[in-house]
């Protein structure tokens, strides 16, 4: 049976949550060799998710959805995550560690160059959203020098805006030992248009001292894994048309 790393501990073959596919990290050059693949790396950050949730939260939703993906987009392997993003905002809370915007966008055009010399496509799987700068700065200057490159954000309409329901469900369905329900606190309810000009200004932690932007009540896993299907269908979906729009970001 695949153990958590994706490794089938009988024959020894990697797996992608069930299903036969291509992890980089499992893979010597020769499986690669020729092939020109899409290559599909999850993006996350390390930061303060609330007293409940683990700081890889962006990480570990990012991973799921690219995981569940990459075994239907033919060809597609699965690179090791981006585990460090731009997280300012967050930088009040311990634990928190953010490489900033500039360092980000650097990162993600030197990934890019050094991917784009044996890859076919490079696909960016992001799960936070302090991401967006960098990826609207990197993904349209590695498209500019002839680069297939595109970014899909892991959106979900109308959930929280951090370590609410939403993030909250996915965890508790992809790694529910992660999450400590008993410390799981309600926080700003305020939606996050009206809140971004004071988030900026002076952080999250001066609007939500535990760090949460939103509710987790009524969390449960059965919701996480009906969140997580709907993003995989879509970045499925969209993967398979491959409509980048200025941004860089993949349609759909």
Not at 12 to 32: A, F, H, I, M, N
Not at 103 to 131: C, D, I, K, P, Q
Not at 132 to 159: I, K, T
Request: hydrophobic share 40%.
């Amino acid at each position: 049976m695949p153990n958590r790393s994706g490794v089938d501990t009988r024959s020894g073959r990697v797996r992608c949550r069930g299903v036969e596919g291509v992890r980089l990290s499992e893979s010597t050059w020769p499986d690669v060799d020729g092939r020109s693949p899409l290559v599909v790396v999850p993006l996350g950050s390390v930061e303060q998710h609330g007293r409940h949730l683990p700081l890889a939260t962006d990480t570990v939703v990012a991973q799921a959805v690219a995981e569940d993906v990459v075994p239907s987009l033919d060809g597609a392997v699965l690179a090791p995550a981006l585990a460090y993003g731009a997280s300012g905002e967050h930088e009040d809370f311990p634990g928190t560690i953010s490489i900033g915007t500039a360092a980000l966008t650097a990162l993600l055009v030197e990934y890019g160059r050094s991917v784009g010399r044996w890859s076919g496509r490079l696909l960016v799987v992001n799960g936070h959203g302090g991401n967006l700068e960098a990826l609207r700065s990197a993904v349209p200057l590695l498209r500019g020098e002839g680069r297939d490159v595109a970014w899909f954000p892991c959106g979900v309409a109308g959930g929280d805006a951090h370590a609410g329901r939403t993030e909250t469900s996915l965890v508790l369905h992809v790694e529910p030992a992660a999450v400590r329900e008993a410390l799981a606190a309600a926080g700003d309810t305020t939606p996050i248009g009206d809140l971004r000009p004071r988030l900026r200004a002076q952080g999250v932690r001066a609007v939500s001292p535990d760090g949460v932007l939103g509710d987790p009540a009524g969390a449960s896993a059965a919701e996480g894994a009906r969140l997580l299907a709907d993003l995989s269908a879509r970045l499925g979906a969209a993967a398979a048309r491959w409509q980048v729009d200025d941004t860089g970001r993949l349609l759909g």
